[in-house]
């Protein structure tokens, strides 16, 4: 069918625009995206189009023709290929011109030229390994089609000059989903600005608040006379002003009706019929979000929720005002009773504030806000499922994924977070302090009265710090906001009923007495930095504690860590060898994850004493390992638990060369010391670097039955072969080999039967 082939076509030029930057021109590259963009405006057109078959025929020779340009060994010279490309691209774009001709001659009222939001619902953005091609976050910008083309005619202008194009609308004008987190490598102003002035780049810069904002970052990019440029949104016009005087400003257009609608269908009903008896109504909704896209997808999160044929609850949702707030209340209305404080939760942390779903569920588990339902698997399970939901309202926004399509990240819109803030602190779920009293002076009188009507507090270290707290022993969860270039000694011994004591995992220095955390007994979450790596034997009064999390590296910790019976999450940059439990009677049967664990002895003792893990991170290094037999891997097939396993050793980067040269090891061992063959059969997720082992041992890995994603870093294996057999990695979605020797790949698509990434 034509969608099918144009959705392949689609496909392989992603691929080939991910993997084959090392020899595409900058040229190729470009005709390669004009192929892909003339493939999406065909398919958005294609229902309006009578010939199907036409392009069905045209999708099918332009994937053949690009698989036979990229698939000889020998890709073909740069001018020669980016000329083929073109002819492909100009073909396109001709039958593209007479889908154009027929739609506009029957009168449509469709454009053939999508919107920015319907083009990027088909490309697939982020550059994140860990995240596969069918799950990767993408951007939507939905707008006025006018509004789309200033902004496309300003990024295609070439000009000798960096550019700047403030762009100007009320909150929500220009609805995000998903976006992809942003990572750098880049600590320092210097460096970001050496790093840009070597490259042509496009700066976005979302929803700017002060001119000193500006001032504050403007220096960081050169002016390469490279035809750079910058996007900066805003909601204040002086601020636009500001930014760029020479009278560029752009003010965002409101969707009308037609426009609020076909949106609205499209994030309920995707390309489905829309029943009937639902067009009146749904055509209210959309008209009264007043064209404000946010408000749209808010309206939709909501609607898909319900049942199409209950009438009756569209109907209510039409009488409301339509009003991006009224929406925003009547979705946190319609929600379960149990999600209800979990999302009021959410607001507790800051605006913009990249929050970890592994931290979150942890957090709401330890809260008592998630219960096992009927048929549930575990507390962690069900807490996902509340992510996924809220995230299908479109209540909460995805930032990144993992590799197997789990939330791994998520943040708040502002709009969202502000009404959360306010409904929470009316039902008393959770006071943010700093949004409630915006400047210290009044925090320093005022927070004390603030808070004695409330039990979850989200504040800054230094509010934290102030001594007139006489309605402090009634808290019992604090999320700590660490105040940059504050240093904080001993607060906590005022919040004797504390649970709960969750500081944000940031770059400051975090100093208090290790009694104090250690004699707030009812403890049953604490994550934190600390002083120094060494935990006191005191950690033995936390018998409720539940999960640990230290942000420091080689943490050592005491025997008294086995007796903490209740403990479920122990996790920290990296663990010194943990002790050895050998005189312990009770294993810690509710432990769930421990990450990392230097140097883990693998002792069938160990190994009783945490036999119910499901996660677990092992990291070794190789000076330690060589010739010592003692550390008993083999015994890891006795955790019959354990789903996700990282299994890493560090070896000295100036031995790499050298052991380049030298031969697979066959026999799976260092020296003498037996490589754990037999992983557990339920594993799911195995990560493995540094090991460089024979790559005939992925046949053992292959035969494990479960493992869904298969990650190899860092010369994980050493050879130059790999022969895969029938029958092998039956269940496998994603395999990543990052680093490696490999130079012959011997296999077929049915010896990765459900592989997709």
């Known amino acids: 069918m034509a969608y099918e082939a144009l959705d392949n076509l689609q496909q392989t030029l992603d691929l080939i625009l991910e993997?084959?930057?090392?020899?595409?021109?900058?040229?190729?590259?470009?005709?390669?995206?004009?192929?892909?963009?003339?493939?999406i405006a065909l398919q958005l057109n294609l229902k309006h189009y009578p010939n199907k078959e036409r392009i069905r025929e045209a999708a099918s020779k332009t994937h053949e023709i690009i698989e036979h340009l990229f698939s000889d060994k020998e890709i073909k010279p740069a001018i020669r290929l980016a000329i083929r490309l073109r002819e492909l691209a100009a073909r396109l774009e001709s039958i593209v011109g007479d889908v154009v001709d027929c739609i506009n001659g029957n009168g449509s009222a469709s454009s053939l030229e999508p919107t920015v939001g319907d083009v990027v619902d088909y490309i697939k953005l982020g550059n994140d390994s860990d995240v596969s091609s069918s799950s990767r976050s993408a951007i939507a910008i939905v707008g006025v089609d006018k509004d789309v083309k200033v902004i496309k005619d300003r990024l295609l202008v070439e000009s000798s000059r960096l550019w700047v194009l403030p762009i100007v609308g009320t909150g929500g004008i220009a609805s995000t989903k998903g976006i992809s987190d942003a990572k750098s490598d880049i600590p320092m102003e210097n460096l970001i600005y050496d790093y840009l002035k070597r490259r042509r780049y496009l700066i976005v810069m979302d929803d700017m608040w002060s001119k000193k904002a500006w001032d504050d970052v403007k220096m960081l990019f050169p002016d390469a006379g490279n035809s750079s440029g910058i996007i900066v949104t805003t909601r204040l016009q002086d601020v636009a002003a500001y930014v760029d005087s020479s009278n560029s400003i752009h003010n965002m257009s409101l969707l009308d009706s037609h426009q609020s609608w076909n949106l609205l269908k499209r994030k309920v009903f995707g390309y489905n019929d829309i029943p009937i008896e639902l067009e009146d109504i749904g055509f209210k909704i959309a008209t009264n979000c007043g064209g404000l896209p946010l408000s749209l997808v808010m309206a939709a999160g909501l609607l898909s929720k319900i049942p199409i044929h209950n009438r009756d609850s569209w109907k209510q949702i039409a009488a409301d005002s339509g009003q991006l707030?009224?929406?925003?209340?009547?979705?946190?209305?319609?929600?379960?009773?149990?999600?209800?404080?979990?999302?009021?939760?959410m607001g507790g942390f800051p605006e913009d504030y990249e929050i970890r779903v592994s931290e979150l569920i942890n957090l709401w588990i330890s809260e008592g806000f998630v219960t096992l339902s009927n048929g549930s698997k575990s507390l962690e399970k069900e807490a996902e499922d509340c992510v996924e939901d809220l995230v299908e309202r479109s209540l909460v926004l995805v930032t990144n994924r993992k590799s197997d399509g789990k939330i791994k990240s998520c943040s708040l819109h502002d709009i969202v977070r502000e009404f959360l803030v306010r409904q929470a602190a009316k039902e008393k779920v959770i006071l943010s302090v700093m949004d409630y009293l915006p400047?210290?002076?009044?925090?320093?009188?005022?927070?004390?009265?603030?808070?004695?009507d409330h039990h979850i507090i989200s504040a800054s270290s230094y509010d934290l710090h102030l001594k007139d707290y006489g309605h402090s022993s009634h808290i019992r969860t604090i999320i700590c906001i660490p105040k940059k270039g504050y240093r904080y000694v001993g607060f906590v011994e005022k919040f004797s009923s504390l649970r709960v004591l969750h500081v944000l995992r940031r770059n400051d220095h975090w100093d208090w007495e290790p009694?104090?955390?250690?004699?707030?007994?009812?403890?049953?979450?604490?994550?934190?930095?600390?002083?120094?790596?060494?935990?006191?034997?005191?950690?033995?009064?936390?018998?409720?504690?539940?999960?640990?999390?230290?942000?420091?590296?080689e943490v050592r910790l005491p025997m008294e860590i086995w007796r903490l019976r209740q403990l479920r999450?122990?996790?920290?940059?990296?663990f010194q060898p943990l002790p050895n439990p050998e005189g312990e009677?009770?294993?810690?049967?509710?432990?769930?994850?421990?990450?990392?664990?230097?140097?883990?002895?693998?002792?069938?003792?160990m190994v009783e004493m945490i036999r119910n893990i499901k996660k677990l991170g092992i990291c070794y290094s190789k000076e330690k390992l060589d010739g010592d037999a003692s550390y008993c891997l083999n015994n890891l097939k006795y955790l019959f638990e354990l789903e996700k396993l990282k299994l890493e050793m560090h070896v000295d980067s100036s031995c790499i060369e050298q052991e380049s040269e030298m031969p697979a090891r066959e026999d799976f061992s260092f020296r003498g010391l037996n490589f754990p063959i037999n992983f557990p059969l339920q594993l799911r997720r195995l990560t493995l670097g540094g090991w460089r082992l024979s790559c005939s041992v992925m046949t053992i890995i292959g035969s494990l039955p479960n493992l869904q994603v298969l990650k190899l870093r860092n010369f994980a294996c050493h050879g130059g072969y790999w022969v895969t057999s029938e029958g092998e990695f039956r269940e496998l979605r994603y395999l990543l080999i990052d680093g490696s020797y490999l130079a012959y790949w011997t296999t077929e698509a049915s010896h990765f039967p459900r592989l997709e990434c």
């Open 325 to 345: 707030e009224t929406i925003i209340c009547s979705s946190y209305t319609h929600l379960p009773n149990h999600s209800k404080p979990c999302l009021l939760y």
């Open 19 to 39: 993997h084959r930057d090392y020899f595409l021109t900058h040229s190729a590259k470009q005709e390669i995206i004009s192929i892909r963009y003339q493939s």
């Open 515 to 553: 009694g104090q955390v250690f004699d707030l007994v009812h403890l049953t979450y604490l994550a934190s930095n600390i002083p120094n790596s060494i935990v006191p034997s005191a950690i033995s009064k936390l018998q409720n504690l539940q999960t640990l999390v230290i942000y420091r590296s």
């Open 439 to 452: 400047t210290p002076i009044l925090r320093k009188y005022f927070v004390p009265r603030l808070i004695k």
């Open 569 to 574: 999450h122990l996790i920290a940059f990296s």
């Open 585 to 605: 009677k009770n294993p810690l049967q509710n432990l769930q994850a421990l990450s990392l664990a230097m140097d883990f002895v693998c002792s069938k003792r």
